[in-house]
Every structure is written in C-alpha cells, then in structure tokens.
Nanobody, 123 residues
Framework: QVQLVESGGGLVQPGGSLRLSCKVSGSIYSITHLAWYRQAPGKQREWVATIIRTGDIGSLGTRNYADAVKGRFTSSRDDALNTAYLQMNSLKPEDTAVYSC???????????WGQGTQVTVSS
C-alpha cells in the first residue's frame, strides 16, 4: 500500500505563487510513477505534471508538464523526506482546482490517490 497526503493549497491572487507538497509513505519502493493531477469544478480531472517515472527513480529524471502549466509550474522531490513538490508561479484563475497526487505502484490496487488540496486563484 502507498499513502499520499497533499498540503499547501489555499487562496491566492492572480499572479501569485503556491507550493504544494505530497508526502509519500508506505511501500515507496513499489512506486513506478508519481504525478500531479487537478480537477476544476464541473470538469474532468486532468494531468498536470509527472514527478517521477520508471527509470527516473534515484536520478533527476525528466519532468513533464501539461501545456497549460509549462513554464509556470515546477515539480521536484526530496527523497530524504519522501516528499514531492509542485511549485506554482504566475497563477491564473483557471488554475483553480483540487490538486491531487497520484502514484502508480506494482502493488494492488496499483493506483493510489491522496485526498487532494484546494487551490483557489481569485482577486
């Protein structure tokens, strides 16, 4: 089993910044992919950024970002703390959503989600 706990959301004005955290625990060795997703009200959940993927574990790896956030969001991780981060800069109202961390594991049920953290961008 893998447990994910997100934090760091809140209310921010357009143009502002937030840093989200995803604390990972449990069978960390089984994780092959770790990514951020978001879901805005009335919309389907969408992928935001990949933090790690098979082959990247233990290395800096290659970060991938959705076009909507490229150049504004940066993912990173601190392996010593088992924590992944999403630095969000130049936030826009359309970034308003619940942001969730997702892990793909070799252990059943293979897909794990955190509870999510609300990000609201509004003046």
């Amino acid at each position: 089993q893998v447990q994910l706990v997100e934090s760091g959301g809140g209310l921010v004005q357009p143009g502002g910044s937030l840093r989200l955290s995803c604390k990972v625990s449990g069978s960390i060795y089984s994780i092959t992919h770790l990514a951020w997703y978001r879901q805005a009200p009335g919309k389907q959940r969408e992928w935001v950024a990949t933090i790690i993927r098979t082959g990247d574990i233990g290395s800096l790896g290659t970060r991938n970002y959705a076009d909507a956030v490229k150049g504004r969001f940066t993912s990173s991780r601190d392996d010593a703390l088992n924590t992944a981060y999403l630095q969000m800069n130049s936030l826009k109202p359309e970034d308003t959503a619940v942001y969730s961390c997702n892990a793909v594991s070799t252990l059943s049920p293979y897909y794990f989600w955190g509870q999510g953290t609300q990000v609201t961008v509004s003046s």
